[in-house]
């Protein structure tokens, strides 16, 4: 019996789509000379977008590709906030060393949430981790020794990069754009390899029929429990991001919205599909502050478009986007076709 939550024509077939890379190179070099045309607003919305990457990738591995829903990611994308700050202010440790650090910690402290987590099937699965967001918005609370409370932490150094006399601190919105662009390249690549692997298509035969993979040799729930602490790992990762981009932290990050927002970037952007993520996050994360402009109906706009996207696009915005790359690629085709005849 599977242990999806979602209706099974939300999720695509079971092959793993393949990564179309001419199209991706033309993404790419768009965002690296986004910097030349934005202004610092627009390019901070763009960074936050692209933080939220991160955990919504991870969120992608745990719904799309096995099938379990967990509204957790938001208490991993904090733990690695914290877990950074703390090392910033305490030891002072460079930007990258607290980088991994936080991705670890979410993932070890996922371990012990996990192997009695995952026992559960579908939405006690789904209270579990929801339970979770409310155990860590009470810890961050009230540890004020070690969190400071309501009060947070404050002071995160600027990330610095280099070795010896050759340090360089990113201030600058571009520059934080570009360093975040990169590490946010790299964790879509170890997640398109990751899924492509065997380990993913086991996933997925899980996903789509946990009893079936089960007899046919596949360890499930050690296979559930390493993806729920690699979900972990990428929010953990983006948490650093978050911390190190605003340089405060407070109970406020394991608030759920920040969950809820991770969702909507997945099922919005089209869970179970490569670019599902990727659309989403700067769809709904850029646009949702780009709308600051207008703070009084930015929300019912933000409504209203999510209500629009559940009418219109069902399956999320990743097919219509996949649908316009195969046309263009289709209309190149032809047009070499005409030329060489001609």
Known sequence: MSSTTLDAPLLPAARVAK?????????LAALLATPLFLGDYYLHAMVLAMIFLLPALGLNLILGYTGMLSLAQGVFFGLGAYASALMSIHFGTPFLVNFLVAGLFAGLVALPL??????????????????????????????????????????????RLGFGDTVFTVVKAPEYFYLVLALAALAVALFVALIRSPAGRCMVAIRD??????????????????????????AGLGGSLY?????????LVFQSYYSNTILIIVLGGGV??????????????????ALRITPELRMIIYGFVLLGLVFLF????????QRAAERLARLGHEGKEKRHAA
């Open 19 to 27: 990564v179309n890379w001419s199209v991706s190179a033309l993404a």
């Open 114 to 159: 996990g192997i009695p987590a995952l026992r559960l099937r579908d939405t006690s699965f789904v209270m579990c981790t929801l339970g979770m967001v409310v155990i860590a918005q009470m810890v961050s609370k009230n540890w004020v020794d070690f969190t400071r409370g309501d009060m947070g932490l404050s002071g995160i150094a600027r990330p």
């Open 209 to 234: 029929n946990e009893t079936l993979a089960e007899s046919l040799g596949v360890p499930t729930w050690t296979y559930k429990l390493i993806v729920f602490m690699l979900s972990a790992v990428f």
């Open 243 to 251: 911390a190190h981009f605003s340089t405060v932290v407070s109970p």
């Open 272 to 289: 179970g599909r490569i670019p599902g993520a990727i659309i989403g996050s700067f769809i709904f994360v850029a646009v949702s502050e």
């Open 314 to 321: 069902p399956q999320g915005l990743a097919p219509l986007f």
